[in-house]
């Protein structure tokens, strides 16, 4: 194992600087892939980290040399004490940004301005509205819709996310596009992915090969490809004369493991060194008995997968057995 100090790396030579802090397992939305369709069980605070916790590990791990924090969820704004840890987190020496669903951001944007967040993630799988509201399974287009466009108004860099599944939204891929033409927007398609209680089946995935097909088949040769960062997880785009961009996350047929840099901290204070990953890292209840966690962070990283958790091949991954050892997507954090 490497020597260094400051520095997060596995077995592979991957180096992680990349964290993603998941503030709480609750959401005011029930995505029928993310959010099992009868819920997760409810679990004690006390189970969670608390304030203090968050900043505590997160100064670890900012020491092991992470430069980029993003928030989660479940919902990360619906914690009542969000707004304290994106103002405590964005003195940390590390770039600050959020994956939301867009519902309350307009209560915070005042906060994410002030503490200097520039980068937002938000959730939208359709852009009609009925169709949002049954995969979402509540009512809340319009506020999230607005709260885009709040966001574009003040300058925010804005990712768009849709999950894009045969026969739910697959058939919005031009318009998800077109809704980028005049307006600075990153639309980022991700392949339907399985965790515990999605009900997963690869027939209802849209490939990479697909998608770019179906894109092909309306744009020609007005697609333009964007060169990808070096840890990027998606590829890439954008439209001849488009001010918005868009990319294709293919973490089921084409995954960027290579390259990986990220870890995640879920709200129970687990550390899991990759999403598809079963095992995990009990880091709240060390810190709880006073331990220093910082050999435990660089054991779980150190013994990281070279890829998707060890499931190598694509029987592997599509074997239930093993994905749903793992936890639903709303306990991740995204």
């Not at 003040?154 to 033409?181: P, R, W």
Request: hydrophobic share 40%.
């Amino acid at each position: 194992m490497t020597s260094a100090t400051n520095i997060l790396i596995d077995k592979f030579g991957r180096v992680h600087n990349y964290l993603r802090i998941s503030l709480t397992e609750r959401c005011n939305l029930r995505c029928n892939y993310c959010m099992p369709e009868e819920g997760i069980v409810l679990r004690p605070r006390a189970e969670f980290m608390t304030r203090s916790e968050v900043i505590q590990i997160a100064k670890i791990f900012v020491a092991l040399g992470v430069k980029k924090i993003r928030l989660t969820g479940g919902e990360p704004l619906v914690r009542k004490d969000a707004k304290e840890i994106i103002e405590d987190l964005s003195q940390l020496p590390v770039e600050l940004a959020i994956t939301t669903n867009g519902i309350l951001v307009d209560t915070f944007i005042e906060t994410f301005m002030a503490c200097g967040v520039k980068s937002i993630n938000v959730s939208l799988d359709s852009l009609k509205e009925e169709r949002f509201n049954t995969i979402t399974r509540r009512n809340y287009f319009s506020k999230v819709i607005s709260n885009i466009r709040l966001l574009m108004q003040n300058n925010f860099h804005v990712k768009l996310n849709a999950v894009i599944i045969k026969g739910m939204n697959d058939d919005e891929l031009v318009d998800f596009i077109e809704f980028s033409k005049d307006q600075p927007v990153h639309y980022r398609f991700i392949e339907f992915m399985p965790f515990n209680g999605n009900k997963w089946d690869w027939s209802k995935g849209c490939s990479y090969d697909e998608v770019m097909a179906d894109i092909h088949a309306h744009y020609g040769n007005n697609i333009m490809k964007i060169e990808d960062a070096k840890n990027d997880t998606a590829k890439n785009y954008r439209i001849k004369n488009y001010k918005g961009t868009f990319a294709i996350i293919s973490s089921v047929t084409n995954p960027f493991c290579d390259t990986c840099n990220r870890l995640r901290l879920t709200a129970d204070g687990k550390i899991k060194n990759c999403l598809f990953s079963n095992s995990e890292t009990d880091l709240l209840t060390a810190l709880r008995n006073r331990m220093d966690i910082t050999q435990l962070i660089r054991n779980n990283v150190w013994d990281k997968k070279a890829s998707r958790g060890g499931m190598t091949t694509f029987e592997d991954y599509s074997n239930p057995t093993l994905h749903e050892q793992n936890r639903a997507m709303v306990a991740i954090g995204g």
